[in-house]
């Protein structure tokens, strides 16, 4: 069962904000919202993850509905090293909790 | 950069050799994970570890076996390599209150 519903695909242009939305309609209330990016042929990169507030890092924004059944990635300004696919997952805390990665959003930054 | 290295970084062998992955952290961090990544699967969770001695599977774990022996090391090891196995192997790490994963670069196996 997918958890996390993301478009396939988005582009943006360099230097742009990026907005990236993830729905998650059947979060329960203990399960945070992690977002990861994967640049070709390398590891996946922690960004960012909330449980129910706003949350900013170097990296992004992460904006939650406050029914916390969706949520937006905000990269501010877009750069091509940006161009990566970026997977929105939910899962509770706890170092046995299962992390999912689903198929993702590919997100093509153009010059 | 959460301090973890993966050796090899690229490695190809033949069907029925063992074969060992080394995953290295730089700090004692509890738990470490083995996942392999293939087209149109995602990630999956082979083994990982709690501790010293302490190792549990995963949802793919047939075929591989793990080791750690010391804290900052954890060994993922095909007794005898199949084509099946061909993949990109990522080593992870949990940190923090909410135990956040961070993946190390990979090993690209090729088992012909």
């Known amino acids: 069962d997918a958890k996390t519903t993301q478009p396939t695909s988005m582009d943006c242009a360099e230097g742009r904000a990026a907005n990236l939305p993830c729905n998650h309609s059947t979060i329960s209330g203990n399960e945070y919202v992690y977002w990861y990016r994967q640049i070709h042929s390398q590891g996946p990169q922690y960004i960012i993850h909330?449980?129910?507030n706003n949350e900013t890092n170097e990296m992004a924004s992460l904006i939650i509905t406050e029914d916390r059944k969706s949520s937006t990635l905000i990269l501010p300004h877009a750069t091509l090293r940006d161009t990566a696919v970026y997977y929105c997952?939910?899962?509770?805390?706890?170092?046995?909790?299962?992390?999912?990665f689903g198929k993702g959003i590919t997100l093509s930054v153009r010059p | 950069d959460a301090g973890i290295t993966q050796s090899p970084r690229h490695k190809v062998t033949e069907t029925g050799t063992p074969v060992t992955l080394r995953c290295h952290q730089t700090?004692?961090?509890?738990?470490m994970y083995w996942y392999r990544q293939d087209p149109g699967h995602g990630l999956r969770l082979i083994h990982y570890?709690?501790?010293?001695?302490?190792?549990d599977k995963g949802e793919v774990s047939d075929g591989y076996s793990v080791s750690r022996s010391k804290t900052e090391d954890f060994l993922l090891t095909l007794e005898s390599a199949t084509s099946s196995q061909t993949s990109v192997y990522f080593c992870?790490?949990?940190?923090?209150?909410?135990?956040?994963?961070?993946f190390g670069p990979g090993t690209r196996l090729t088992v012909l």
């Open positions: 570890s709690y501790g010293v001695k302490d190792t």
């Open positions: 700090e004692n961090h509890r738990y």
């Open positions: 992870a790490i949990s940190i923090g209150s909410t135990d956040t994963q961070y």
């Open positions: 909330g449980l129910k």
């Open positions: 997952i939910v899962r509770v805390a706890g170092a046995n909790s299962k992390l999912t």
